[in-house]
């Protein structure tokens, strides 16, 4: 797959997952949370008003801080079609 079409297909799948309707479960919105920071290399600290989600999001972002920005649009992509999309 090149980039070009990584890229497509990553912003194809968060416009999929912004227009879902309905509940998405609290693990799978966490990983795609983790995933979609990576990929946009943006580490800032989460902002959440709410300490426990912080806390949950910022968990989530270190179990996802060994991926490089690739595999994070892949494993975004793969989790939408999996989870979302079946």
Partial sequence: MSKKNLHTEFQEAVAFVNKYEFPIPADILLKLY????????????????????????????????????????????????KELKS
């Avoid at 290399?41 to 972002?61: D, M, Q």
């Fill in 34 to 81: 983790a995933y979609y920071k990576v990929a946009n290399k943006n580490y800032n600290n989460p902002g959440s008003k709410t300490p426990l989600i912080n806390a949950f999001k910022a968990n989530a972002l270190i179990q996802a801080q060994n991926i490089n920005m690739e595999d994070a649009m892949k494993e975004y992509i793969k989790l939408v079609d």
